[in-house]
């Protein structure tokens, strides 16, 4: 079954620290992965999206990483600010042929002051 | 331009009523596609329509459905509603279909709860 874990669940930081959250597939084959970043109450908004070819993919303090060999994915978020505080969700996009987006159950953070 | 609209924002329904909500894609926008969002399952993929045409659909019961109209406009219905159906229900549209690398733009999604 394909699916996609993301870990942690909820990781607390400090205002400037620096963190990865982490995500996991097993969609094979797949077409493409994103990240996304909900703020509570409101749809997601797309920070990244990386093909399978590709290997790392940068938004301003965002970069995210994937390697496709060992099916993992990594989001590091520099300088963490307040407004960093979300839900961050790692989402997989199967191929061609069924094209259906995976959805990680995501990760909360909290930047702290 | 404008972003994805969504109505009704807050919905109260009660048990085995039924219930469309309307999604309105970004101008020149030609997929939508519609997710559950619940605390326990997290974002879960209903359906996804371009040009009108339903080009994929996930693991939901018959109960729920949807359409796309020609100026990309979308609707998506729940009938004979249950508990379980409470949920945040979001829509999202791309330029794009299928397997594209287009940025999905979410709308802010309808909340509804069935009593």
């Known amino acids: 079954k394909n699916q996609v874990e993301q870990s942690p669940q909820s990781l607390i930081i400090l205002e400037g620290k620096n963190c990865t959250l982490q995500?996991?597939?097993?969609?094979?084959?797949?077409?493409?992965l994103r990240w996304y970043k909900q703020d509570t109450g409101r749809g997601p908004v797309s920070l990244t999206i990386?093909?399978?070819?590709?290997n790392t993919k940068s938004n301003g303090r965002y970069t995210a990483t994937l390697d496709a060999d060992t099916k993992q994915s990594s989001l590091h978020i520099t300088a963490s600010q307040l407004s960093d505080s979300a839900s961050y969700i790692c989402?997989?996009?199967?191929?061609?042929?069924?094209?259906?987006?995976?959805f990680g159950t995501g990760t909360r953070l909290q930047v702290f002051p | 331009k404008a972003g994805v609209t969504q109505t009704p924002r807050y919905l109260i329904k009660t048990r085995g009523q039924q219930v469309t909500l309307s999604c309105s894609p970004i101008?020149?926008?030609?997929?939508v596609s519609w997710y559950q969002q619940t605390p326990g399952q997290g974002l879960q993929f209903l359906f996804e329509?371009?040009?009108?045409?339903?080009?994929n659909k996930g693991n939901f019961p018959g109960r729920f459905s949807g359409r796309q109209f020609s100026n990309s406009r979308s609707e998506m219905n729940v009938s004979t509603l249950e508990l379980g159906d409470s949920a945040l229900y979001l829509c999202?549209?791309?330029?794009?279909?299928?397997?594209?690398?287009?940025?999905?733009?979410f709308g802010p999604g309808t909340r509804l709860t069935v009593l």
């Open positions: 990386m093909t399978f070819s590709e």
């Open positions: 329509y371009f040009s009108e045409t339903q080009r």
């Open positions: 999202a549209s791309s330029l794009a279909a299928g397997g594209s690398t287009d940025t999905q733009y």
């Open positions: 101008s020149g926008h030609r997929s």
């Open positions: 989402v997989v996009r199967e191929s061609y042929n069924t094209d259906k987006l995976i």
């Open positions: 995500c996991n597939y097993t969609v094979s084959p797949f077409s493409n």
